[in-house]
């Protein structure tokens, strides 16, 4: 059994549901990585944060782009500079070591502690990159053919994924992952979320804004219905124009920074004009 | 342990697989469940299920084992699925509109299941699960040996059921049709393009060699990497497109956004293919189909989009293009198979249901090319058929459908 005291909890200015806590603890107890999905701003790449600063440990942070190769996360190296110093023997060419240098993935894996890496958008690469990553991410080692090295990781780091769904996922990545997706907050759950980032504000005005969040988040058909990133922004918004909370009830204001699609913003108004009715 | 879960998900289709199963034993024998029901339910679902849509599957398995619940029967799963995705018959007026924003769906949801339950006790053997009294604003459901009906309000005769019939079937496997997830399904196409063989100098390698040989120069090769992917689309924005507009849009966002197309190039067509087709919506700027062909590389994958229901004639006959003042001496049909000819690969897309297409000149299209549903598995055997592999396209009904040709497509 894992150490009580190292269980993953939230963080005071990460709220995190039971189900996700439990998510990162069987992640962290059976050292296998966390894939998290979730609609955009539900806070999936905020979680790796939140879990290293939980767990005490270090975070170091691999963004994927559509380019990214998974060797460039375990290590790059440079040849241009090796030939470069061949012609011109500033430095001894034999020793490849120096012309490499350690990615993300790499880092993780040769630390002496116990980090947290965080994988962000893995679904924004190719289609063969998760692919690409299994064998390392199973055995938590790898090997750099220019050196001939090994290197193998004296403590597995705490491996978390996001993905925005672009792309479905290979079987075989995925069967070795711990699945979460994050639901949408219920009202509760959105009441302390927006208390740990705005807790000066009244508590009727939360209650409005939160009703009023999720009456549009009913709109039908919304192309991008508001997230709880937006709510906060919103909500920032609110307060630093000194909104009463009677207009609230009469009107949306700021409803740029909720609703991103033109399409949305005509549907949300015809929608607003019929609850006004 | 628990084994009765593991083959009940099986069961409800979640792919758990041995690997999987092991791993929860291990975590349960390393205590992470804490001997609590809520705890073992967020563990086992963490390490069994990998997509969000397979949670309802989950909670109905773990119902099923641990509850003792017998799982209703599969019309439930239908219900709710369907009411997840509800559709909205057009002939809804604003008043009821409203009611339906205002409505709960849980609590729906929850007063469904709820009757269901009752009238299966009550009506057992019965014809009617689900009371057409109005009251629901989804509409009435029955179950019929003929299989699960859902439709509008209103019922309708039996064409409109058997359409309600489909359109529920395909709501299934298609869920939202929204652009990002034809931009996943066009990415199917990628695939192929990245096998080309091509050959492009491998600096790195050449380098690592270089260097190891004295500082000679050995040229290293490998192949390129890049993709070489373009895609004509060909849309129809006739008169009888218009109800579909909206999903032929999402379908060309996603491909313009699609970054893995090294070219795409967007035209449009009225009815049928002449010899022009147009660069812009309005058809003003016309490019001949001669010229298209000559500019355009035979690897080209083409896309035609489109109902293709015509009048007959306007397909086969000379001068039989729709458009006033538009005088094509040679026929449609002969167009098409001009294209047909010159790309190696095509496909035609329509957005029109399967059960639709007996209408005659649907048959003799989808005789020129392969054609298939502009739904998002639509789009997936499309793509594979434009990269090479053998795919079967659905097959058209024959014979005429009752109840017209044309169906709105608010399912959508």
Redesign the interface.
């Known amino acids: 059994m894992s150490d009580p005291f190292h269980l993953f909890t939230g963080t005071p200015d990460y709220i995190a549901s039971p189900a996700l806590c439990d998510g990162v603890n069987v992640a962290v107890a059976l050292g296998r990585p966390l894939l998290v999905k979730g609609e955009p701003g539900t806070g999936k790449t905020l979680l790796a944060h939140a879990v290293a600063r939980g767990l005490g440990m270090p975070l170091i942070r691999w963004h994927i782009k559509s380019t990214t190769k998974a060797v460039d996360g375990l290590y790059v190296y440079d040849a241009i500079s090796r030939l470069h110093d061949s012609r011109f023997g500033d430095r001894d060419v034999r020793d490849i070591g120096q012309y490499i240098s350690i990615g993300p993935l790499g880092q993780a894996l040769t630390m002496d502690e116990r980090v947290v890496l965080l994988i962000d958008e893995v679904d924004k690469a190719d289609l063969e990159f998760p692919n690409d990553l299994l064998r390392e991410l199973d055995e938590m080692a790898f090997h750099i053919p220019e050196t001939g090295q090994t290197h193998t990781a004296r403590q597995r780091p705490v491996v978390i994924i996001t993905s925005n769904d672009e792309k479905e996922l290979p079987a075989a990545f995925l069967r070795r992952c711990i699945f979460h997706f994050i639901a949408f907050p219920e009202v509760e759950l959105m009441d302390r979320i927006v208390k740990v980032h705005h807790p000066d504000l009244p508590a009727s005005l939360a209650r409005q804004c939160i009703a009023r969040f999720y009456q549009l988040r009913q709109v039908a058909s919304l192309r991008k219905p508001p997230s709880t990133s937006e709510l906060i922004d919103w909500i920032g918004a609110l307060v630093a124009g000194g909104v009463p909370e009677a207009t609230l009830r009469a009107e949306l204001p700021f409803l740029g920074t909720l609703v991103k699609h033109e399409e949305d913003l005509g549907r949300v108004q015809r929608a607003a004009a019929r609850w006004k009715n | 342990m628990f084994l009765d879960l593991f083959y009940a998900l099986r069961a409800r289709g979640v ?1 758990v ?1 041995p ?2 199963w092991l ?1 929860l034993m ?2 349960l024998a ?3 469940a804490f001997s609590d029901m ?2 073992l339910y ?2 086992a ?3 069994c ?4 849509h397979q ?1 309802d599957a989950y909670d109905q398995a773990w119902l099923e084992v641990f509850r003792g619940i017998e799982a209703p029967a599969q019309v439930r799963d239908d219900v709710l699925e369907w009411l997840k995705n509800p559709v ?1 018959p057009m002939e809804l007026s604003e008043r009821e509109l ?1 009611m ?2 205002a409505m709960d769906l849980d609590t729906l949801r929850e007063e469904l299941e709820k009757r269901l339950a009752e009238q299966a006790e009550r009506h057992d053997g019965g014809n009617r699960w689900i009371g057409t009294g109005g009251t629901s604003p989804f509409g009435h459901g029955g179950l019929r040996p003929g299989g699960v009906r859902i439709g509008g309000p209103g019922g309708g005769g039996m064409a409109a059921q058997i359409a309600a019939k489909r359109r529920f079937e395909a709501y299934r496997t298609d869920r939202v049709l ?1 652009t ?1 997830q034809i ?2 399904a066009l ?1 199917k196409l ?2 192929f393009a990245r096998e080309g063989a091509r050959l492009e100098v491998d ?2 390698g050449t ?2 060699a ?2 190891r040989n004295a ?1 000679e120069i050995t040229v290293v090769e490998r192949p390129e990497r890049k993709s070489h992917l373009q895609v004509l689309l060909l849309m129809d924005s006739g008169g009888s497109m218009t109800p579909y507009s909206h999903l032929v849009s999402r379908l060309f966002s996603a491909a313009s956004r699609a ?1 893995h197309f090294e070219r795409l190039v967007a035209c449009y067509f009225h009815n049928c293919v002449y010899e022009h087709v147009y660069r812009d919506l309005s058809r003003w700027e016309a490019w001949p189909v001669e010229d298209l062909v000559n500019t355009l590389d035979r690897g080209v994958k083409l896309i035609l989009v489109g109902d293709a229901c015509m009048a007959p004639s306007e397909l086969t006959a000379r001068w039989g293009a729709i458009d006033w003042g538009h005088q094509n001496d040679m026929a449609g049909i002969d167009w098409l198979r001009r294209l047909a000819e010159h790309f190696e690969r095509a496909v035609w897309l329509n957005p029109m249901r399967l059960p639709l297409w007996s209408h005659p000149t649907v048959q003799r299209i989808s005789d020129i090319y392969p054609m298939f549903e502009l739904t998002i598995d639509g789009i997936e055997q499309a793509m594979k058929h434009l990269s090479g592999r053998r795919v079967e396209p659905p097959e058209p009904p024959q014979g005429p459908v009752r109840g017209g040709g044309l169906r709105h497509p608010s399912a959508w």
């Not at chain 2, 299920?49 to 969000?52: D, I």
């Open positions: 792919p697989t690997t999987e791993t291990q975590a390393q205590g992470l809520v705890r967020h563990l679902r963490a390490i299920v990998k997509s969000e949670y909205l409203a339906l924003e929204d990002r931009g996943v990415r990628r695939r600096i790195e380098i690592h270089t260097a500082g970054s």
